[in-house]
């Protein structure tokens, strides 16, 4: 019976990593950020559009369709208003429930608009402002173009936090770092994607894995050269993965990750550190360097382009589910 006492008395995974990382839920549904309790929530159209179609949902959904139902305007109009009113209403209820920061995104068709970016995530903190949502809440998630990054440089200049996403090389987190931005949110799993694809393999160890080496190399330029953005590790494919970037300043998990690894009794050590490389030196790119460095690395230009083309579908498909309500 002590034995099993013992057993039971180990911390998980999970909660070593909380000691290590500040944990962040990949998710938009209120539900499983409640039961893992993270200290910040990271949301995306994808996830949005995933958690609106769930039934527990259902109303909040009814009631955005509805107010978008008594407005005037074009339908298309209305439809993305739509969509920016319930992403503000998940981020209101998931600040909540958090402690700190929840992200939400702008629309990727704006990706290569810098005027535009900044309108929207202007806009974004007005809403939130009117659901009683404090902008020191709220990262306003951009993706990681040269236009992007320049509007997350006005943004945060003007108080409004910024998560820059999609990041896939060192090119894009040092404009990102000279731009001041508060976070990054460098993508392992997609690179590790790219990487087993062009090298015909299965996987990867974790010591070995692309997307991790990505992540630890971002993260010793950013400690080495006193970068006050904090660093987050996301778009994890399994918790080899995130173990091995563990002690990274946070780390963005889905539901199904966070289970695996609330399960999972092993000792974990900090490992964000280890196996690393010396850092780069500090390089201050111009737009023509930060295009050039992009244009010459096909892994981070293809999952970038990529990415934003799946954020901007999910975003249409969200605007036509709400279409179709009205």
């Given at each position: 019976?002590?034995?099993?006492n013992?057993?039971?008395?180990q911390?998980?995974?999970?909660?070593?990593?909380?000691?290590?990382?500040t944990?962040?839920a990949?998710t938009g549904?209120?539900?499983?950020?409640k039961?893992?309790?993270?200290?910040?929530?990271?949301?995306?159209?994808?996830?949005v559009?995933?958690?609106?179609?769930?039934?527990?949902?259902?109303?909040?959904?009814?009631?955005?369709?509805?107010?978008?139902?008594?407005?005037?305007?074009?339908?298309?109009?209305?439809?993305a208003?739509?969509?920016?009113?319930?992403?503000t209403?998940?981020?209101?209820?998931?600040?909540?429930?958090?402690?700190?920061?929840?992200s939400?995104?702008?629309d990727?068709?704006?990706?290569?608009?810098?005027?535009?970016?900044?309108?929207?995530?202007?806009?974004?903190?007005?809403?939130?402002?009117q659901?009683?949502?404090?902008?020191s809440?709220?990262?306003?998630?951009?993706?990681?173009t040269?236009?992007?990054?320049?509007?997350a440089?006005?943004?945060?200049?003007?108080?409004i936090?910024?998560?820059?996403?999609?990041?896939?090389?060192?090119?894009?987190?040092?404009?990102?770092?000279?731009?001041?931005?508060?976070l990054?949110?460098?993508?392992?799993?997609?690179?590790?994607?790219?990487y087993?694809?062009?090298?015909?393999?299965?996987?990867?160890?974790?010591?070995?894995d692309p997307?991790?080496?990505?992540?630890?190399?971002?993260?010793?330029?950013a400690k080495?050269?006193?970068?006050?953005?904090?660093?987050?590790?996301?778009?994890?494919?399994?918790?080899?993965?995130?173990?091995?970037?563990?002690?990274?300043?946070?780390?963005?998990?889905?539901?199904?990750?966070?289970?695996?690894?609330?399960e999972?009794?092993?000792?974990?050590?900090r490992?964000?550190?280890?196996?690393?490389?010396?850092?780069d030196?500090?390089v201050?790119?111009?737009?023509?360097g930060?295009?050039?460095?992009?244009?010459?690395?096909?892994?981070a230009?293809?999952?970038?382009a990529?990415?934003i083309?799946?954020?901007?579908?999910?975003?249409?498909?969200?605007q036509?589910?709400?279409?179709?309500?009205?």
């Amino acid at each position: 019976m002590q034995q099993a006492n013992d057993h039971e008395a180990q911390p998980t995974a999970l909660e070593q990593l909380r000691a290590l990382s500040t944990i962040v839920a990949d998710t938009g549904e209120i539900q499983s950020i409640k039961q893992y309790q993270p200290t910040d929530a990271t949301t995306n159209p994808s996830l949005v559009l995933a958690a609106a179609q769930m039934l527990e949902y259902a109303g909040l959904l009814d009631d955005v369709i509805a107010q978008a139902a008594g407005q005037s305007g074009r339908l298309e109009e209305r439809a993305a208003d739509a969509v920016d009113h319930l992403m503000t209403l998940f981020g209101r209820d998931i600040t909540g429930i958090i402690p700190r920061y929840v992200s939400t995104e702008v629309d990727a068709h704006l990706s290569f608009n810098t005027e535009l970016t900044i309108a929207k995530g202007r806009e974004f903190i007005e809403r939130y402002s009117q659901l009683g949502v404090d902008r020191s809440r709220v990262l306003i998630k951009i993706a990681s173009t040269w236009e992007g990054i320049r509007a997350a440089s006005v943004l945060e200049a003007e108080g409004i936090r910024c998560n820059m996403t999609l990041i896939f090389s060192l090119a894009q987190a040092m404009a990102c770092f000279d731009a001041g931005v508060t976070l990054i949110s460098p993508f392992v799993g997609r690179i590790t994607d790219w990487y087993k694809a062009s090298d015909g393999v299965d996987g990867y160890a974790p010591e070995q894995d692309p997307g991790v080496a990505s992540v630890r190399r971002i993260y010793a330029y950013a400690k080495a050269h006193a970068y006050p953005t904090q660093v987050m590790a996301a778009s994890f494919r399994n918790s080899g993965q995130i173990l091995a970037l563990a002690g990274c300043d946070l780390l963005t998990i889905s539901p199904k990750l966070l289970a695996k690894l609330g399960e999972t009794q092993i000792p974990v050590q900090r490992a964000i550190d280890s196996g690393g490389r010396e850092p780069d030196e500090r390089v201050a790119l111009d737009e023509s360097g930060f295009r050039w460095r992009m244009t010459s690395d096909a892994m981070a230009t293809e999952k970038l382009a990529e990415g934003i083309r799946k954020f901007a579908a999910d975003q249409a498909q969200l605007q036509s589910l709400i279409a179709a309500g009205l």
